[in-house]
Nanobody
Framework: QVQLVESGGGSVQAGGSLRLSCAAS????????MGWFRQAPGKEREGVAS????????TYVDSVKGRFTISHDNAKNMLYLKMNSLKEEDTATYYC?????????????????????WGQGTQVTVSS
């Protein structure tokens, strides 16, 4: 059974850094499209970063390019999101997601509809 468990969220001042982790079980991330999403109160869920572990290809939403880095560790079956230069507008609940191994490559890697399984989320709060 697919399970995704996020950790690493917290409160940080603007300009600070956090690293989110997503522990995957029940499958290997090696052959999956994985993604990080976030949702702020009153807003729709937004794709932040996506990675295909098979070839290391990544996609980022424009607002985080140059600040966030998605990465993985196949041996540990972990997905990460390193967030630097955090801004107040990065405040949200962050979710890890994976796409079915049987699905073709996504048309829109940052669209939530491209993903099948989700974690419970971890809260990130950035204050000025």
């Amino acid at each position: 059974q697919v399970q995704l468990v996020e950790s690493g969220g917290g409160s940080v001042q603007a300009g600070g850094s956090l690293r989110l982790s997503c522990a995957a079980s029940g499958f290997s991330i090696r052959y999956r499209r994985m993604g990080w999403f976030r949702q702020a109160p009153g807003k729709e869920r937004e794709g932040v970063a996506s990675l295909y572990a098979g070839d290391g290809s990544t996609t980022y939403v424009d607002s985080v390019k140059g600040r966030f880095t998605i990465s993985h560790d196949n041996a540990k079956n972990m997905l990460y999101l390193k967030m630097n230069s955090l801004k107040e507008e990065d405040t949200a609940t962050y979710y890890c997601a994976c796409r079915s191994q049987y699905a073709p490559p996504p048309v829109h890697p940052l669209a939530s509809t491209e993903y099948n399984d989700w974690g419970q989320g971890t809260q990130v709060t950035v204050s000025s």
